[in-house]
């Protein structure tokens, strides 16, 4: 079993709470996966949050698929807060970091309720377009599950001193 590094500035790490809520809210992120002659692979990547699993669709071959299918590790970055205060000479800054597990979906089921899932979350409440988008695409399409296995947030350590703590 894998042990993973404990926050060095522990005070600016957020709640789990907090942290999961930036998932939750965040549009998009960087997946970083063991690439082409092992050099790292990052790629920004819009995604939906559920149940501890960050979930993603990507095209049937690729890049990323062979880098998932050569290695099962990875690691997922969302930024919530990036103001750069140059007079300061520092960013005020709210991120989040995962580690995991990366799978191709092959369950047939289980790639279609994660398609509707990701569907539904950047264009909700439209159910029919939906349907047709997924009967016209859904075979030209690769679901991809992230098991998180270690998840921390962060933020500035004045954004933690602005809320008097």
Known sequence: ??????????????????TVSILK??????LALLGDDDYPYAVPISYVYANNKLYFHTALAGHKVDAIRKCDKASFCVIDKDEVHGQEYTTYFRSVIAF???????????????????GNRY????????????AKGLSRMMM??????????KEAIELVRGRGM
């Open 1 to 18: 079993m894998t042990t993973f590094r404990s926050m060095r500035r522990i005070k600016q790490q957020l709640s789990a709470e907090a």
């Open 144 to 153: 991809i599950r992230f098991d998180i296995e270690h998840l921390t947030g």
């Open 25 to 30: 809210n965040a549009s998009s992120g960087v």
């Open 100 to 118: 995991g597990r990366i799978h191709l979906i092959e369950d047939p089921d289980e790639k279609v309720a994660t398609a509707r899932m990701l």
């Open 123 to 134: 264009n909700p409440n439209s159910d029919e377009a939906l349907e047709k988008e997924l």
